[in-house]
């Protein structure tokens, strides 16, 4: 079946840096996307990739954050830097198949495939 497993996820001050994969399996070719959840609010779409590597951020990561994927190992990163407190929250990454280009962020009800999530606190 198909998997999904985040890690990475930690507490760092503000400014700092964090780095978070999502292991991929038996999925092929999937869109995927970071999906950010405070622990009270909604979970938004921070970052996605879709075919031809294109990506997209949301503006509130814009500059800050990297999403990329290493397509031989099936794993997707999110590099996140110069962090801020509101970044605060539960990361998930997310497949959907079969993948089209968009170009835009899509809902989480757009994803079919989650993993488990991973906390990334950033404190001042």
């Known amino acids: 079946q198909v998997r999904l497993v985040e890690s990475g996820g930690g507490s760092v001050h503000v400014g700092g840096s964090l780095r978070l994969s999502c292991a991929v399996s038996k999925i092929r070719s999937p869109c995927m996307g970071w999906f950010r959840q405070p622990s009270d609010g909604d979970r938004e779409g921070i970052a996605s990739i879709e075919p031809r590597y294109s990506s997209t951020y949301a503006n509130s990561v814009q500059g800050r954050f990297t999403v990329s994927k290493d397509t031989e190992k099936n794993i997707l990163f999110l590099d996140m830097k110069n962090l801020k407190p509101e970044d605060t929250g539960m990361y998930f990454c997310?497949?959907?198949?079969?993948?089209?280009?968009?170009?835009?962020?899509?809902?989480?009800?757009?994803?079919?495939?989650w993993g488990q999530g991973t906390q990334v606190t950033v404190s001042s």
């Open positions: 997310a497949a959907r198949s079969p993948c089209s280009y968009t170009g835009r962020l899509l809902p989480p009800t757009e994803y079919k495939y």
